[in-house]
C-alpha cells in the first residue's frame, strides 16, 4: 500500500545512514512484527533532512556515524533524552562513548579516517608523515563539509594539534604539501583507483571494505593516533509512549548479538566496525586490533558545537573557495 | 463587468487556484528568503552564502557557455541539413534526437563512466579528457542538442528559398554567398545557443555525476548541497536558486529579444516551400559522418557499456528486491503523467482563450520553464512542511512535485493543437444538448488523443528517470529510480546501477507499447485522430 500522507501507518520511520540498516530493520520486522519503513541516505543527507522537518519530524529513528552530529541535533532540539536501555552488556569503551543526558545510543564504532593505499607501497606511520616531501601532492580526503564522517577527522588533526584554532596551522601545512579534497569517499576512492593519488584518507570501513572487495590491490594502515567515531542512534522528541516502546525495542535488537552478527557478516561496507558490547562477535579478522592503539577520543558537545565555523573555515582556507 | 464575463473569471478561477497554491506559493516563500530569513526552517547554523557559491556560478557559467557553444554549432547545421537537404539519415537523426532528448544525463555519464573504467581506456588522453572539465561540456551539449534542433529547424524550414534563388541568378560570388548565409544563420544559431545555454545551465544530472567526482561546483548542485548536507543552508540555497533563475530567465529574454529582431528575415509573408534539395557530396559525407559520430558516441556506446555491464555476473545477480525502485517509479509516473496531463489540459485551455488570462497562462508557463525541478523541489519542502498541513514525507508530495514540474512542458506541448480546436463544434454539440462530459469525450478527447498520448507518455518518460526533485523529496521506502542510480554510480557499484537503469528503459518501453495497442484498439476514434 502507499502512504501518499506522512505519518499514516504504524510503526516506525527509519532514517539509516548505515549499509546494514535496512537489513536489520527487516529482521527486527520479522522478530517482533513491529513495521518499519526506511529511508536510506549518507550520514550529511540525514542530518539535512532531520533538520528540514525541524518541529514537524516525519521521522522516528535515525542511526548514522558521528556522536558530533547527534550532540548538534540536541543541541537544535530535534532528538529525545534519556533513550539509552539499561540492560545492555557494555565494554569499558561502550560506556565511555555513553553521553550523560542519554541523548544517543552509541552501537558501535569505526575511525574517522585510515590510509588506504596501493599494497605494494608503504603507507605514513603518523599524521604528520603526510608533510614530508615524497607525499607532496600524492594524498586526498573528503570534503567535511559534504561526507559526515570527515569533520570528526578534521577535529582530530585540530585537536592533537593545538585545538582550535590553534590546529588550523596542521591542516594549512597539510594544504601546502598538495593535499587534494573530494567531496565523499567515493569520489576520494575513485582517485585513488585512477591513479590521481597514491594514499586516500577516508573513513575506516570504507577502507577496509575496499581492501576485502579488491584483495592484493589495496592495504589498509592505522596511523597514529586514530580519531574514533562512534556510530550512533538517535529517537525524534515527538514519540508517543507506544512509539518509544518500539524504537527502545529496535535499539535493543540492533545491539543483540544476534543483529551484529548480521551486520558484521552481511553488513558490508559499514559492516567493518569494532562492537562495544561483550557479547558481540568479535570483528572481522582482516580488520587491525585497535586496542593496543592510542585512539583520540573527542568530545562531542565541544567539536559539535564548532562544526559549521570549523567547516566554513576548511571551505575558505583548505579549498580556497 | 458583464455577467459572461463573471461566468468567465469563474470558470477560470480554480485553475489559478491551482498555480498559487502548487507554483506562486512555495516558489515565492522559498525565493523570498533572502529578503525573509526567518522563513526558513530552524537549521543548525548554516552561514547564508554557500562557501561554494561564486565558484559554482562561474562555472555554471563558462561550463554552459561553452557547451551551448557546441550545441548551437552542431546544431544548427543539424537542422539545416535535416530541412534543407534530402539525406537517407533523417529517420536515423530523428531516432538519434529523442532518444537522447529521454536519456537521463546521469545515464549517459554512468555509461561513459563504465567504459572508462574498462584497464585498456583507464588511463590516456581520452580518460583524462572525459574527466575534465572538457568532458562535463561535451555531455552537456550533448544533451542540449535535441533542444537546439528543435527549436532551430521550424527557422530553417520558415526561411524562404527565394535569397539563394536569387544570389544563383545574380551569380553572387561564393565568399559573398557564404555571407548572406551566414547572416542569415547568424539569428537561427542565436537561438540555438541560448536554448542550449538555458538546458545546460539548468542541467542536474550531470554536475552530481561528473561534476562531484571532479571536485567543481556548479549551481544546480551547490542548491542541492546546501539542502541535502550538514549544515542544512536554506537561505544560500535560496540565494544560489535566484541567481539560475535569473540566469535562465535572461536566456529566455534573449530569445524573446532575438525572434523579434530578426523575426521578420526568419518568417515573412512570401515564403515558397518546396523539397530539399539533394546533398553535394561532400555534404552527403559530413552530414553521415555527423550522424553516425554523435549516435555512437552519445547513445550506442554508452549504452553498449551499460547493457555489459549490467549482465556481468549473470542473471543470478538479479534479486527482486534490487528492482523495487523500478515499481516505486513505475507507479509515480503512472500517477504523476496523469494528473500533469490532466492539469496542461486544463493550463492549455486557458492559454488559448485568449484575453488577459490567456496572456497570464502563457507568461506563467513560459515562467515557470525557467524555474529548474530542483528549485520546485526545495521550495516544495519548505512550503509543505507545515504542522497540520504536512505533505513532506509522503508520496502525494513527490508525486505533486512531479506534476508540478512537467505540467507547464505538457502546456507548451497542447497549446497548438488546442489553439486548432474549432470552437464552433462545441457551440454546435451545445445547440444539440450534447452534456459536457460528452462533449468532452467526443470532441475533445477524440481530436486531442494524439497530443495528449504524445504528452502523457512524455511526462512519464521525464518521471520515470527523474533526480533532483526525487532526490529532495523521496518518502520512506519509497527510493525512485533516480536516486538509487545515481547511489549506486557514486558507490561505483556501476553493475547494479545499470541492471537498475535497464530495467527503468524497459518499464518506459513496455508502458509507451501497452498504452499505445490500448488506444489504437479500444477507441475506434483513436486510428482517425493519429492518423489524421
Known amino acids: ?321 | 463587468m458583464s455577467v459572461r464575463r463573471y461566468r468567465g473569471i469563474l470558470r477560470t478561477l480554480p485553475v489559478w487556484l491551482i498555480i498559487l497554491i502548487f507554483f506562486v506559493y512555495p516558489l515565492g516563500r522559498f525565493l523570498l528568503l533572502p529578503w525573509f530569513p526567518h522563513w526558513a526552517p530552524e537549521s543548525l547554523g548554516a552561514a547564508s552564502w554557500p562557501s561554494d557559491g561564486w565558484a559554482a556560478l562561474r562555472n555554471s557559467v563558462v561550463l554552459a557557455i561553452a557547451a551551448a557553444g557546441l550545441a548551437a554549432a552542431l546544431g544548427t547545421f543539424w537542422a539545416w541539413a535535416m530541412e534543407r537537404r534530402r539525406s537517407a539519415w533523417h529517420p536515423w537523426s530523428e531516432a538519434v534526437l529523442w532518444l537522447i532528448f529521454l536519456m537521463p544525463s546521469y545515464l549517459l555519464t554512468t555509461g561513459w563512466e563504465i567504459l572508462f573504467a574498462a584497464p585498456i581506456l583507464r588511463h590516456g588522453f581520452l580518460h583524462d579528457g572525459f574527466y575534465s572539465p572538457v568532458g562535463i561540456i561535451v555531455l552537456l551539449a550533448a544533451k542540449a542538442l535535441p533542444f537546439a534542433i528543435f527549436v532551430v529547424r521550424p527557422l530553417w524550414a520558415a526561411l524562404g528559398h527565394e535569397l539563394t534563388e536569387a544570389m544563383r541568378i545574380f551569380a553572387v560570388r561564393p565568399g559573398r554567398a557564404v555571407r548572406v548565409f551566414l547572416r542569415l544563420a547568424i539569428p537561427v544559431a542565436s537561438a540555438a545557443t541560448v536554448v542550449s545555454f538555458i538546458e545546460s545551465v539548468q542541467e542536474f544530472g550531470i554536475p552530481a555525476t561528473l561534476g562531484a567526482h571532479l571536485h567543481l561546483p556548479i549551481l544546480t548542485y551547490s542548491i542541492y548541497a546546501a539542502l541535502s548536507t550538514s549544515p542544512l543552508n536554506f537561505v544560500g540555497a535560496s540565494r544560489l536558486a535566484l541567481l539560475l533563475v535569473v540566469l535562465a530567465f535572461s536566456g529566455a529574454l534573449v530569445q524573446i529579444a532575438l525572434q523579434r529582431r530578426f523575426g521578420a528575415v526568419l518568417v515573412h509573408a512570401q515564403v515558397r516551400h518546396r523539397l530539399p534539395a539533394r546533398p553535394k557530396r561532400s555534404e552527403a559525407l559530413v552530414i553521415a559522418a555527423m550522424n553516425l559520430v554523435v549516435g555512437v558516441l552519445v547513445l550506442v556506446l554508452p549504452m553498449l557499456a551499460i547493457v555489459r555491464s549490467a549482465f556481468q555476473g549473470g542473471v543470478s545477480a538479479l534479486r527482486m528486491a534490487d528492482w523495487d525502485p523500478v515499481l516505486h517509479s513505475l507507479g509515480f509516473a503512472l500517477l504523476a503523467a496523469s494528473l500533469a496531463i490532466l492539469l496542461a489540459w486544463l493550463f492549455a485551455r486557458s492559454l488559448v482563450s485568449g484575453g488577459v488570462g490567456g496572456r497570464a497562462m502563457d507568461v506563467f508557463s513560459m515562467g515557470n520553464m525557467a524555474v529548474p525541478g530542483l528549485v520546485l523541489g526545495a521550495a516544495y519542502i519548505m512550503a509543505f512542511n507545515l504542522p497540520g498541513f504536512s505533505l513532506y514525507g509522503g508520496s502525494l508530495l513527490l508525486i505533486l512535485a512531479y506534476t508540478a514540474a512537467t505540467a507547464p512542458m505538457l502546456t507548451r506541448l497542447l497549446q497548438a493543437p488546442m489553439a486548432q480546436l474549432d470552437r464552433s463544434l462545441g457551440d454546435a454539440a451545445r445547440i444539440h444538448g450534447v452534456s459536457a462530459w460528452v462533449r468532452w469525450l467526443d470532441i475533445d478527447a477524440a481530436l486531442l488523443s494524439r497530443p495528449l498520448v504524445r504528452g502523457w507518455l512524455l511526462a512519464f518518460g521525464t518521471v520515470m528517470f527523474e533526480l533532483p526533485v526525487s532526490e529532495l523529496l523521496y518518502p520512506a521506502g519509497k527510493t525512485p529510480l533516480g536516486v538509487a542510480v545515481l547511489a549506486l554510480n557514486n558507490g561505483e557499484h556501476f553493475a547494479a546501477a545499470a541492471r537498475l537503469a535497464l530495467g527503468g528503459l524497459a518499464s518506459v518501453a513496455l508502458v509507451t507499447v501497452v498504452v499505445l495497442v490500448l488506444l489504437r484498439f479500444a477507441l475506434p476514434d483513436y486510428r482517425m485522430a493519429v492518423t489524421q
Open chain 1, 1 to 321: 500500500m502507499w502512504s501518499f500522507w506522512p505519518r499514516q501507518k504504524p510503526g516506525l520511520v527509519f532514517y539509516s545512514a548505515v549499509s546494514y540498516g535496512p537489513m536489520l530493520a527487516q529482521a527486527f520486522t520479522k522478530e517482533s512484527g513491529i513495521p518499519v519503513r526506511v529511508v536510506e541516505m549518507s550520514t550529511g543527507a540525514l542530518l539535512a533532512r532531520v533538520s528540514a522537518q525541524g518541529n514537524n519530524p516525519q521521522w522516528d529513528v535515525a542511526w548514522f556515524d558521528g556522536a558530533s552530529a547527534a550532540a548538534g541535533l540536541q543541541r537544535a532540539h530535534l532528538v529525545a533524552s534519556g533513550i539509552v536501555p539499561r540492560d545492555i552488556p557494555w565494554t569499558d569503551l561502550g560506556k565511555s562513548l555513553i553521553p550523560a543526558d542519554g541523548a544517543w545510543i552509541p552501537t558501535g564504532y569505526t575511525l574517522a579516517g585510515v590510509f588506504l593505499h596501493p599494497a605494494k607501497r608503504p603507507a605514513p606511520a603518523t599524521w604528520d608523515d603526510l608533510l614530508q616531501a615524497r607525499w607532496r601532492g600524492r594524498f586526498a580526503m573528503n570534503n567535511p563539509a559534504i561526507s559526515g564522517p570527515t569533520y570528526p577527522q578534521v577535529a582530530g588533526w585540530l585537536y592533537s594539534h593545538g585545538g582550535w584554532p590553534a590546529g588550523q596551522s596542521f591542516l594549512l601545512a597539510l594544504k601546502a604539501n598538495g593535499m587534494q579534497v573530494y567531496p565523499k569517499n567515493s569520489n576520494t576512492i575513485h582517485a585513488l583507483s585512477q591513479g590521481e593519488v597514491d594514499l586516500a584518507i577516508v573513513q575506516s570501513s570504507a577502507a577496509y571494505a575496499l581492501a576485502a572487495e579488491q584483495p592484493g590491490r589495496w592495504a589498509v594502515s592505522i596511523p597514529k593516533s586514530a580519531v574514533l567515531l562512534p556510530r550512533v542512534m538517535v529517537f525524534a522528541d515527538h514519540l508517543s509512549a507506544k512509539q518509544r516502546r518500539d524504537a527502545a525495542d529496535f535499539a535493543r535488537f540492533m545491539l543483540s548479538p544476534k543483529a551484529q552478527e548480521l551486520a558484521m557478516r552481511k553488513g558490508a561496507p559499514d559492516g567493518y566496525y569494532w562492537p562495544i558490547t561483550r557479547t558481540a562477535p568479535t570483528a572481522d579478522p582482516g580488520m587491525a586490533s585497535t586496542q593496543s592503539l592510542p585512539l583520540i577520543n573527542l568530545d562531542p558537545a565541544f567539536w559539535g558545537a564548532r562544526e559549521s565555523a570549523i567547516n566554513a573555515w576548511f571551505s575558505s582556507h583548505i579549498l580556497g573557495q
